[in-house]
């Protein structure tokens, strides 16, 4: 297999177990060398510790892709996370042409949102320039939230089918071509992901846990572009992340203090042995 180079832009959360912290290790792990564009630094997560403090590094940004393109450097993928501010949405597209290869595949996780809230210090501005950046993206990987804030649709936690094509339709409105929707679950004890690829739709469902931890749609996002970068299908690499985020959830099970992010080292494992 051709060894591929993915670069991947989100933040470091020093503590907390999402963005960058679990994208290099998931990824790395998938056999991918990977390079990153840190969007900013923090403390930990905005998602529960209070007092975090918060780096932006927006305008380090332009000098650093301009130091990759005259080294000539390009990448076979670009995957992004969450980003610090508006301006560096529009950066980012400065930076898939820049430095992606000529196939680059471009994904876009549009982590902004959650349980029906956009995540502290995001905007209607953000929500807009992210729209842009994600009809622009090979493939994007939001939840249900993220996709209700993409398209100005309702957020329901219990809908239909027709509810969730409504979201699929108004997402390829925007220009998304493949949409992998998480967190579609029309029962109580099952969930699943939907994949949307030119056109086509399936549904991987599986299991649902008592427990949700938090950073699981890095986890998810993180591995998803593993698989695909590996060579796997849309589909194949839908269902691979969904199985592995699952195993994370399930290891983060029976601590009551780890309530910040899941356990997701102890099983790679499992996700590299779901790649061979
Ligand atoms: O997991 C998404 C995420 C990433 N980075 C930071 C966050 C969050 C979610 O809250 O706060 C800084």
């Not at 990153?36 to 403390?43: F, G, H, N, R, Y």
């Not at 305008?59 to 992004?80: C, Q």
């Not at 699929?168 to 579609?184: E, Q």
């Amino acid at each position: 297999m051709a060894y591929k180079k993915v670069l991947t832009i989100q933040d470091i959360s020093c503590v907390g177990q999402c963005s960058l912290t679990v994208a290099l290790p998931i990824i790395s792990a998938c056999g991918i060398e990977t390079c990153v564009l840190p969007s900013a630094v923090l403390s930990t997560h905005t998602a529960g510790f209070k007092g975090y403090t918060f780096r932006d590094l927006t305008e380090d940004m332009p000098a650093i892709k301009n130091h990759w393109v005259s080294e000539g450097i390009k990448f076979d993928a670009v995957y992004t996370g969450y980003l610090g501010s508006t301006k560096q949405i529009e950066y980012v597209e400065d930076i898939f042409s820049s430095v992606g290869s000529e196939d680059c595949i471009t994904i876009v996780d549009p982590a902004m949102a959650d349980n029906g809230n956009l995540y502290p210090g995001f905007d209607d501005a953000f929500v807009e320039a992210m729209k842009n950046l994600a009809g622009k993206a090979q493939y994007i990987v939001p939840n249900i939230t993220e996709a209700c804030f993409l398209t100005g649709m309702e957020y329901k936690t219990e809908y239909d089918k027709e509810y969730i094509q409504m979201l699929l339709d108004k997402l390829t409105a925007l220009g998304c071509r493949n949409i992998i929707l998480t967190g579609v679950s029309y029962s109580a004890d099952k969930t699943g992901v939907i994949v949307l690829e030119n056109g086509a739709l399936s549904y991987y469902e599986h299991e649902k846990l008592s427990n949700s931890c938090h950073g699981t749609g890095d986890i998810y996002a993180s591995a998803f572009v593993g698989a695909l970068v590996r060579g796997k299908s849309s589909y194949d690499s839908a269902k691979i992340a969904a199985d592995y985020t699952v195993e994370c959830i399930k290891a983060t099970a029976q601590e009551d203090n780890h309530w910040y992010g899941a356990k997701f080292e102890p099983v790679l494992i499992k996700l590299i042995e779901a790649l061979a």
